[in-house]
């Protein structure tokens, strides 16, 4: 493992300086110093592929092809994303016309929040990281990120390259661990994405809420897999397991457990266990298309949870805390107060808890925290339906795991305690957004808004009343039934027409030169 | 007004959290007739809430009418008119690497909410967040604020009345019963309000991980242009300031003036002023009054110590709850009346050299919830905005922003976080529930690729379909695969057919 230099603490406040600073320069106001900004970004990456692969594998142990597929493609297509649209994304948006407010021009304006920071986990060093920051860049933001001290070779090969590729008051990189981690939060910031666990994120959104700064987290959760019996069972088996055992299980969208009805326990077993061996034919210790566990204590853990369990091993069990090692392994006849049912296993470890049918499923899932994903494994549109409309989780995946981080479009992101706001692509530029709303009034809106101003009369109260009251619909049957109200009165009229009128009226004095018209109009803004 | 019980509020919660896991509020239909109810309940009760005001703001009818009952019946009927249409799920948009997964967002409601309601706009600021939860599909808990006791009473007992008392329950009570609140695990808190409380609010809500909206103030700073149209400027500056006697979250703050129209400026709001309060404010029935003894108390501080010169005004009358309409010219920029929200009908005018000098100004402060400007000059217009960040920007016009339709209602940094209004307000109590569903033969056909063993020329072809590499051709996608396959496909039927 590389020694990772800490950033020293009192650095961390001259850091943030320097960021506020270039937010303040206003350097990134012009879209295209942004996407210089973020071009550099990916070329950073695509000049170090090599560096970053062997990094990957020495944090990891994560084979080329899994580095490739599953954290350096997804984040250069993250920043390449933000590189192609930032001017669409960036453009003020324009409110749907309505007669009323056109005249103020109502617009709303996408700003920067300004100086962020973004705290990212050890199990996408480079995804979770750089992604959002392409985000941030995008938005016209400055930004702090702090790798995680648990992925030191990737971590302090960002560390080193940033400074390189990006402006020094545009981007910043500590590294560290708890201490650092503590100061960085002492100061104030405009926006704050973790990603991680629950339990830092409380200490997280309470350091920010000293400062009333806005979070974004995105965090695990334990994500079921529901299986229809009638589904095609070899699909869902291979793609569970490759979920599952993808970067050894620490993925916050890896399938945590599964949901299996009894009548097809033992055909779906036998499925796992074909596909287990035909991933690694070499035993999987022996195999290069397996990774291992980021650090020895985490090793120590999912350990533990091994041995306690009162579940059935039915393959796999072994492992190596020395070198980080765990087999791929799946226990059955999982009781819901198992070791492996406490929290998020993030690892890989499958336990199978027998379920009757759907139903027991769902309330199963509706008993615990709601999770960032839960998978359905179906062709059956009503059986996914079910699931889907009778629980929440950040996401709702059909016969599909883990890949839809990557999905062009889509956000991603928890619900309650997996998380809340969502990341990727233009929701991560959304997320350093501010948006602003503006309007632009006009001197001559008096003459049909006069009336607002004292004092007031009567006369006043009817007009206005008149030009802005909208009509509701019609009334609701339970309140008829409840005996509440008459029929009311309609008052339909719109400022609006008002207005269109005196455009009309101001046009055609205009035109025709009528000045006794132009001075009646001119009285009545008085 | 009768507090609610502390032991009663967890066992509410319980009934809003059971009443939302039964589905009822799913269906758009049924939100939408809620939203009706709503919409009934203010249109048919306008006097009483009206006379609610008025016993709690001693606020005068045309304003509570205008720009409290009717923005809140607009923003219902907006609401109702538009929900089926946000509630809709979204599909991504076309990506031909991932369309084989139909991806598509799905519009979910977060749960069982809190919104926690200040005393300045009690009816409008409670339908705010409340329309937007009851459309968005959740279950609600509404603390209105004790500060604005009529109006709270008025709320408790119409709700059940007119929406039932099961997807919306009303809590009435202060800080114990707000504590209390707070210990609860909720799925989102929507909190309007100040920024002392704020903190108090997002420290509890962190112990849960709640995600909580915040609608705070700040204070807002009015820009002028030395060519703009002062006259108009000085109309809608005073009306701005003096509408529910300063107390709105929006109310113009400060005005930054270049030095050479300082004292033209102060003539035009001399003469607004005689015009809309012949026969002086304190008997006019067109000016309000603070909601509490206390906060009379905290303005007339402030205008005590000031050390610029009170140019109208001045005058306190603590048990009448009555602060006249003050202008005070040349304050320090240290005395309180520059430090905090005034949040009462108090105008310091702020003398500054330039624009520039006004920027740096707000700059060196706080962002605001919004900041205006009076300027008839596009460049000068844009400059401002450009350079300073806050929640809103109005050129020209004061505090209709909130109204306008479409528009976000929210601030930046210690001015706040998160927006309602409209589609805004429905997508802060909605999760967005991202969705695929993926065909078995993505796998047959390209995808088997990523299962172990893994190879390196396995590798080699998955970077180049889902790469995204920087090259001089620009062709390594998958549609490259598509079009080839279509050809193919073509080429295979085209043989066919002439074979036979």
């Keep these: 493992m590389a020694e990772v230099g800490f950033t020293a603490l009192e650095d961390i406040p001259k850091m943030r300086e320097v960021l506020k600073h270039g937010f303040l320069s206003g350097k990134l106001r012009p879209v295209s110093a942004r996407k210089e900004q973020i071009l550099r970004l990916a070329y950073m990456i695509e000049d170090h592929a090599d560096e970053f692969r062997h990094a990957l594998a020495l944090d990891l142990g994560r084979g080329p092809l899994e580095a490739d597929f599953l954290d350096l493609q997804p984040t250069l297509h993250e920043v390449m994303e933000a590189y192609d649209h930032v001017e669409k994304w960036s453009k003020p948006e324009k409110p749907s016309f309505t007669l009323n407010w056109f005249a103020m021009s109502p617009v709303i304006r996408k700003e920067p929040k300004g100086t962020v920071l973004i705290i990212s986990p050890f199990n996408f060093p480079m995804l979770l990281v750089l992604g959002p920051l392409a985000g941030a860049l995008a938005a016209g933001c400055t930004a702090l990120i702090k790798p995680s001290e648990q992925s030191p070779a990737v971590s302090e090969l960002i560390a080193k390259l940033i400074p390189q590729y990006l402006d020094k008051d545009v981007c910043q990189v500590v590294l560290g661990g708890v201490p650092e981690t503590t100061e960085v939060l002492e100061l104030q910031w405009d926006h704050i994405l973790y990603t991680g666990n629950g339990r830092v994120a409380k200490i997280i959104l309470t350091a920010a809420a000293k400062h009333l700064t806005p979070v974004t987290t995105e965090l695990g959760g334990k994500n079921p897999v529901v299986l229809d019996p009638k589904s095609d069972l070899k699909l869902a088996a291979r793609r569970i397991a490759w979920g599952k055992f993808t970067n050894c299980g620490q993925i916050c969208a890896s399938p945590d457990y599964l949901l299996l009805p009894q009548a097809i326990e033992e055909e779906f077993t036998k499925e796992l266990l074909d596909v287990l061996a035909s991933f690694y034919p070499e035993t999987p210790r022996k195999s290069s298309s ?219 004095s205009g035109s025709m030169q009528l000045t006794s018209v132009r001075s009646w109009l001119a009285g009545m803004a008085k | 007004m009768q507090f609610t019980p502390l032991e009663d509020i967890p066992k509410i919660r319980e009934s ?123 279950t609600v808990l509404l603390k209105p604020s004790e500060l604005a006791p009529a109006t709270s009473q008025l709320l408790a007992e119409l709700i059940p009345k007119y929406l039932g008392d ?183 005018v702020v003398p500054v050299e330039n624009v520039d000098e006004a920027i740096a100004f707000v700059n060196a402060r706080q962002h605001p919830l919004v900041l205006y400007v009076f300027s008839q000059d596009s460049s000068f217009k844009a400059k401002v905005a450009a350079q300073t960040q806050s929640g809103a920007f109005a050129a020209n016009e004061l505090l209709l922003h909130v109204a306008a339709y479409g528009l976000p209602f929210g601030g930046t940094g210690p001015s706040g976080s998160g927006q309602v209004r409209g589609k805004y ?74 074979s036979r």
Aim: hydrophobic share 40%.
């Design chain 1, 290 to 508: 397996y990774s291992r566990i980021i650090t020895k204590q985490h090793t120590a853990r999912i350990q533990r949870l091994i041995t306690e369990t009162k579940g059935k091993i039915i393959v796999g069990g072994e492992s190596d805390v020395e070198e980080r090692y765990i087999a791929p392994t799946i226990v059955k006849d999982v009781q819901p107060d198992d070791s492996l049912m406490e929290g998020e296993i993030f690892g890989p470890v499958l336990p199978i808890v027998s379920v009757k049918d759907v139903d027991e499923a769902i309330n199963f899932i509706n008993e615990r925290d709601h999770p960032l994903v839960i998978y359905v494994f179906s062709q059956d549109e009503a059986f996914k339906a079910k699931v889907f409309d009778n629980t929440r989780s950040g996401a709702a995946i059909s016969n599909e795991t883990v890949i839809y981080h990557a999905t062009t479009g889509l956000p991603f992101g928890g619900i309650g305690p997996s998380g809340s706001g969502a990341t990727t692509g233009k929701y991560n530029f959304d997320m350093f957004t501010h948006s602003r709303a503006s309007l632009n009034g006009r001197g001559w809106i008096d003459l049909i808004l006069g009336g607002r101003y004292p004092p007031h009369t009567p006369a006043k109260s009817k007009k206005l009343a008149l030009t802005m009251q909208r009509k509701l619909p019609s009334r609701p049957q339970a309140l008829v039934a409840a005996g509440l109200g008459a029929a009311t009165e309609s008052t339909s009229n719109r400022w609006g027409l008002w207005l269109a009128l005196a455009v009309v009226a101001a046009v055609v």
């Design chain 2, 16 to 138: 809003l959290r059971n009443v939302f896991h039964s589905g009822k509020t799913k269906p758009v239909a049924f939100r939408q007739e809620k939203l009706k109810q709503m919409g009934y309940l203010v249109q048919e009760n306008k006097q009483a809430l009206l006379d609610a005001l008025k016993s709690d703001l001693g606020r005068p009818y045309l304003e509570s009418d205008v720009l409290e009952l009717v923005p809140t019946v607009n923003d219902i009927k907006y609401t109702h008119d538009n929900v089926h249409k946000w509630a809709r799920s979204e599909s991504a948009p076309f990506q031909f690497a991932s369309s084989s997964m139909r991806p598509k967002v799905m519009k979910e409601p977060k749960g069982t909410v809190l919104a926690i309601i200040p005393y300045n706009y009690p009816l409008f600021l409670s339908f705010t967040p409340l329309m937007a939860a009851i459309a968005a599909g959740n």
């Design chain 2, 166 to 348: 099961d997807i919306v329950r009303v809590v009435l009570g202060a800080v114990e019963e707000t504590t209390k609140l707070l210990e609860l695990q909720w799925d989102h808190i929507a909190y309007t309000g100040s920024q002392r409380v704020a903190r108090i609010v997002s420290a509890a809500a962190a112990k849960h991980l709640i995600p909580v909206t915040l609608e705070l103030g700040g204070k807002n700073p009015v820009i002028i242009d030395p060519k703009s149209d002062l006259r108009l400027a000085a109309r809608r500056i005073w009306w701005g300031k003096l509408v529910n006697a300063g107390q709105i979250c929006v109310s113009p703050d400060y005005v930054l003036v270049p030095r050479e129209v300082q004292d033209q400026l102060i003539t035009e709001i001399n003469l607004v002023h005689s015009e809309f309060f012949p026969e002086g404010p304190a008997e006019s029935d067109s000016f309000g009054r603070i909601a509490t003894t206390n906060h009379t108390q905290r303005i007339a501080g402030l205008i005590k110590e000031t050390k610029g010169d009170i140019i109208i005004g001045g005058d306190v009358n603590l048990g009448k709850r009555y602060v006249a309409p003050t202008l005070v010219s040349n304050p320090s920029a240290e005395e309180p009346l520059m430090q905090e929200e005034i949040f009462g009908p108090v105008l310091p």
């Design chain 2, 425 to 498: 307000g429905f997508d802060t109590f909605t999760h967005l529930r991202g969705c695929i569903d993926q065909p078995g033969w993505i796998d047959t056909a390209l995808l088997w690729r990523r299962y172990p063993p893994y190879n390196t020329w396995n590798q080699r072809v998955l970077a180049w379909i889902t790469g995204d590499m920087f090259s001089d051709s620009k062709a390594s996608r998958w549609w490259a695969w598509a079009w080839m396959a279509a050809i193919a496909a073509g080429f295979t039927m085209w043989s066919l057919s002439m």
